[in-house]
């Protein structure tokens, strides 16, 4: 167990480096305070525009897969060093060392992950979670089931080890998307089909209510 140590620090050091709140700080703004206060690609979207968001959400994934390949590479004698160093780099997504500990929510860095690990397996679920987030008309829903659906997955063909470590970070994505939960309940929630609208009165509604949601 000690010999994961580093693969777990390397990849929750990656997982830590946030774009969202970095290119916040460019254009002067720190996301943590905007919008949902959330640093992750679906508020940076409400915040700094669709196009910033989306290159917050690719940058987000990279991260992941490069912490993957790169624990991969560089511990080839570990056969979970990909594993470990995935779920680190969700958790430090998550959880930043150096933002106080108010990351984003994990989402973008487990479909790194799953990619990294196993395209196959990643082709597969990206399609489901998509028919999720379409029917329910929310994001936070497919992320949920993917959170859970990476782990079994993984167990079911016999990587236990590995799964357990994804669990631990999926139940804590889990725990980050409580506000979700709440806002449904509420009726304040952010609809999927928000992300193709190009109602700017809308937008801007979307990113009242959920600044409205945390103060």
Not at 3 to 17: E, K, N, V
Not at 78 to 84: G, H, K, M, N, R
Not at 137 to 144: D, I, P, R, S, T
Not at 181 to 205: D, H
Request: charged share 15%.
């Amino acid at each position: 167990m000690v010999h994961y140590l580093l693969p777990a620090f390397l990849g929750y050091f990656i997982g830590s480096i946030n774009p969202a709140f970095l290119i916040g700080k460019l254009r002067g703004v720190d996301i943590r305070t905007k919008g949902s206060k959330n640093a992750g690609a679906s508020n940076a979207m409400m915040v700094l525009g669709k196009s910033i968001g989306s290159l917050v959400m690719a940058a987000d994934i990279f991260k992941a897969v490069f912490a993957v390949l790169i624990c991969r590479a560089l511990f080839p004698a570990l056969p979970q060093a990909s594993a470990v160093a995935g779920s680190a780099c969700i958790i430090g997504h998550m959880f930043p060392c150096f933002m106080g500990f108010r990351g984003g929510k994990g989402f973008a860095c487990l479909g790194g992950f799953a990619l990294a690990y196993d395209w196959r397996m990643a082709a597969i679920l990206f399609p489901i979670v998509l028919g999720i987030a379409l029917i329910t008309n929310y994001v936070f829903l497919g992320a949920v089931f993917g959170s859970l659906a990476v782990p079994i997955t993984m167990g079911l063909r016999g990587n236990w080890y590995g799964a357990l470590c994804l669990l631990v970070s999926g139940l804590l994505m889990i725990y980050r998307h409580k506000i979700n939960f709440i806002r449904v309940q509420e009726g304040t929630e952010m609809g999927f089909s928000w992300l193709w609208s190009k109602n700017r009165r809308e937008m801007e509604q979307a990113v009242s209510r959920a600044a409205d949601d945390l103060d």
